[in-house]
C-alpha cells in the first residue's frame, strides 16, 4: 500500500488548509486512518483519526473544533481540514494506516505517508 499526502503550504495564523492523503490499493475501506505530525526536534504525534466507514472520529485535544477528518471511500482518500491555525501547528503532517487496535499511539499504524509541510505564520 502507499500513502500520497498533499495539501501543506504556508498560511498566516488563523488561515485554513486542507490536506488529502490518497491511498492506493483495494483495501482502503478496511481500515482506520489518521493523520499525525512532527514538529521539529519534537516527537510525531496523534492528531486525528475516523474509523472505517467515517462514522468515528478521535482528536488531540489541542485540534478539537478547529480541525475535521474526514473521507472518501469512492476515491480512497481522507482529509483534514485544518481552520483557526495557530503558529503551534506548524509541523510535517503525515497520514497513516491504522493496524492496530488503539488510535493514538504511533505503534498502532503499519503504513506511512511522506509527510506534508505546514507551515502558520504569526
Known amino acids: 500500500v502507499q500513502l500520497q499526502a498533499s495539501g501543506g503550504g504556508l498560511v498566516q495564523a488563523g488561515g485554513s488548509l486542507r490536506l488529502s492523503c490518497v491511498v492506493s490499493?483495494?483495501?482502503?475501506?478496511?481500515?482506520?486512518m489518521g493523520w499525525f505530525r512532527q514538529a521539529p526536534g519534537k516527537e510525531r504525534e496523534f492528531v486525528a483519526a475516523?474509523?472505517?466507514?467515517?462514522?468515528?472520529?478521535y482528536y488531540q485535544d489541542s485540534v478539537k473544533g478547529r480541525f475535521t477528518i474526514s473521507r472518501d471511500n469512492a476515491k480512497n482518500t481522507v482529509y483534514l481540514q485544518m481552520n483557526s491555525l495557530k503558529p503551534e501547528d506548524t509541523a510535517v503532517y503525515y497520514c497513516?494506516?491504522?493496524?492496530?487496535?488503539?488510535?493514538?499511539?504511533?505503534?498502532?499504524?503499519?503504513?506511512w505517508g511522506q509527510g506534508t509541510q505546514v507551515t502558520v505564520s504569526s
Open positions: 497513516a494506516r491504522r493496524s492496530g487496535l488503539g488510535w493514538y499511539a504511533v505503534q498502532q499504524y503499519d503504513s
Open positions: 490499493g483495494r483495501t482502503f475501506t478496511s481500515y482506520p
Open positions: 475516523i474509523s472505517w466507514n467515517g462514522g468515528s472520529t
